[in-house]
């Protein structure tokens, strides 16, 4: 039993046997950082059974658990807070009863799977800085899942099929010249990106031809040969024309090739991929069996709907009246798809932008009204938009920030600041580089990553890569400089009895925000959110260096002292690598 199950059930006690009362709850919180505690108890909401003073009944419950729980050495009561301070032998059993901090905090794996999907690119152009937040938020909630107990099934669904796709096709037909990614020495999905841009800036020629000719804007758009030839591409697509599907597969192939590239140099994985070629005729005999059990209408003119105005949204349309699908009934057949490819998921998680907020919010309700059990555990991981310092990026127009010259920038802003501290003169020059690598990235990282993911974020690269502050770099550097205490303190000896050390103040705070990285995993995947681990780390850094500044760790002649000061400071660098790695940002040992 965990020290806050015995003080919750010691306080129902308590309020059993002082007031005749029974408690359903026990609202437990960290002592704010302004009073003197470590654990909190809320008296407010005991006041619905019991009738007093707050104040007064906080002393009564306190008094008791004095009386009853070894480890609470005293208390204090401010307004209605029961503020109760745990003893120093209590943290230092605990900092003594954990054998290997690298795997501390880690859940193991129990019940269903989890399903998380992310990325889910457009195969007409490269991953840009949008992609990224996906991709790195995706990527973190997976791990923390899994270190949470879940078991993990990573995926993405990559769009690879549409009008979009034949724009880029149709413009490398006309206007590329029989180009390769190695005849340009371009990755693969920059070049169809490309050809993405060429034919809008094509395309706009057209519409302003058509216009002087006293078409009108819409007459124009609608009839310039170049999206009728699109149009005509698509359907000779869906009618399988091996040429086209030849050309399809061709310049798709040059695609997924750069994806992968990326993705590695991100450091993200996958489980498994879902095509949307191979999904978007999934979901009809779905809508078939929803109009059996009544989920879904179908109007006079042959289409089919979902009447979801009870729940307090409107109808929503499931087959148009030709009988062809919408994004709606793929959405539902993929989702259906998945459980039968992998028995074991109980749940999904979807990490997409949050203009698509209504669109779950709709395919859950129907998932829900068709009766499949795990709909229930369906999750819309929704996350703001992501800004840079000169405005809005447009894929069409060819501004977007390019993922890979991103990392590349990141990498070099590392590189300046590095120079400028001077601190690496006697690395070589692969060395340098990866080191560069490794903060730029984790900058990046960092900085995406402890936002929650709800908001907006404005990126600014220069900001990010900062030594001072809540940023990657920051944190990264504090786990090397233990890294040389740890490499210094090599003949430190371990023969000592450390339960034996009297722990200061500094020693105690740093144990305490250890003690809270499992709850601090467990409720970060609760909520979905890796800024409450990256806010964690920079707490504990924090700490740290404030522990650093003010505690001598090899400078004492006290050997058993010293060597529960170097064992600290390996829990927290433990620490510190286990959550980073589950931000998926990696830590250099030297800097």
């Not at 698509?234 to 040429?243: I, N, P």
Request: hydrophobic fraction near 40%; charged fraction near 25%.
């Amino acid at each position: 039993m965990t020290l806050q199950q015995t003080l919750e059930n010691q306080i129902k006690t308590a309020v059993e046997k002082l007031y005749g009362a029974k408690l359903e709850n026990v609202e437990l919180q960290p002592t704010r950082k302004d009073f003197e505690g470590d654990i909190t108890a809320v008296v407010f909401p005991m006041l619905r059974v019991v009738k007093g003073n707050p104040v007064q009944i906080g002393e009564a419950i306190g008094n008791y658990l004095v009386s009853t729980v070894s480890e609470i050495e005293k208390f204090n009561v401010v307004q209605g807070f029961l503020n109760i301070v745990l003893s120093d032998t209590y943290y230092l059993n605990f900092f003594n009863s954990i054998t290997d901090f690298s795997s501390f905090g880690k859940g193991q794996e129990n019940g269903k799977a989890v399903m998380v999907e992310y990325s889910s690119p457009n195969t007409n152009k490269p991953l840009h800085l949008g992609h990224v937040r996906n991709v790195l938020l995706g990527y973190s909630v997976a791990e923390i899942e899994k270190a949470a107990g879940k078991k993990v099934y990573k995926t993405q669904i990559i769009n690879d099929r549409g009008i979009h796709i034949c724009k880029s096709m149709l413009a490398w037909e006309k206007f590329g010249n029989g180009e390769t990614p190695e005849s340009t020495n371009l990755k693969g999905d920059k070049l169809v990106g490309n050809y993405y841009v060429k034919f809008d800036q094509e395309y706009k020629k057209e519409i302003e031809a058509l216009k002087a000719q006293g078409k009108t804007e819409e007459e124009a758009k609608t009839q310039a040969p170049l999206i009728l030839e699109a149009q005509q591409m698509l359907r000779k697509w869906e009618a399988g024309d091996a040429e086209t599907v030849a050309l399809w597969t061709k310049m798709n192939g040059w695609v997924y090739k750069g994806f992968e590239e990326t993705y590695k140099s991100i450091g993200v994985d996958f489980d498994f991929y879902y095509y949307e070629s191979n999904t978007y005729l999934l979901g009809k005999d779905i809508i078939e069996e929803g109009i059996k059990k009544n989920v879904f209408f179908t109007k006079e003119d042959g289409s089919v709907w979902c009447d979801l105005t009870e729940d307090g949204l409107d109808e929503k349309l499931v087959l148009r009246s030709d009988g062809t699908a919408v994004y709606m009934t793929q959405d539902i057949g993929t989702a259906v798809q998945r459980v039968k490819d992998h028995q074991d998921v109980g749940g999904m998680i979807y990490t997409v932008g949050n203009e698509q907020d209504y669109h779950f919010k709709v395919l859950f309700l129907i998932l829900k009204k068709l009766g499949y059990s795990w709909a229930e555990n369906l999750f819309h991981l929704s996350y703001g938009m992501v800004d840079l310092p000169s405005g809005k990026m447009k894929s069409r127009e060819g501004t977007v920030v390019d993922a890979d010259d991103l990392i590349a920038q990141m990498a070099e802003t590392a590189r300046t600041i590095s120079e400028e501290l001077g601190k690496i003169d006697d690395f070589s020059e692969a060395e340098k580089e990866q080191l560069y690598r490794t903060i730029g990235l984790g900058a990046l990282k960092y900085y995406i990553l402890k936002v929650d993911p709800k908001k907006r974020i404005l990126f600014n690269p220069e900001e990010s890569v900062d030594f001072q502050g809540n940023t990657g770099p920051f944190i990264q550097y504090t786990y090397a400089r233990i890294q040389s205490i740890l490499r210094k303190a090599g003949n430190v000896s371990t023969e000592h009895d450390l339960s034996l050390v009297e722990i200061q103040p500094k020693e105690k705070e740093l144990i305490k925000i250890i003690q809270q990285f499992p709850d601090t995993i467990q409720l970060a995947a609760e909520n979905y959110s890796p800024a409450l681990l990256a806010n964690y780390t920079y707490d504990l850094v924090k700490e740290f260096n404030s522990f650093y500044q003010n505690v001598p760790i090899l400078a004492t002649d006290n050997e058993a002292e010293k060597a529960f000061r170097v064992k600290l400071s390996g829990a927290v660098a433990a620490v510190i690598k286990s959550a980073f790695a589950l931000l998926g940002i990696d830590v250099p040992e030297r800097m």
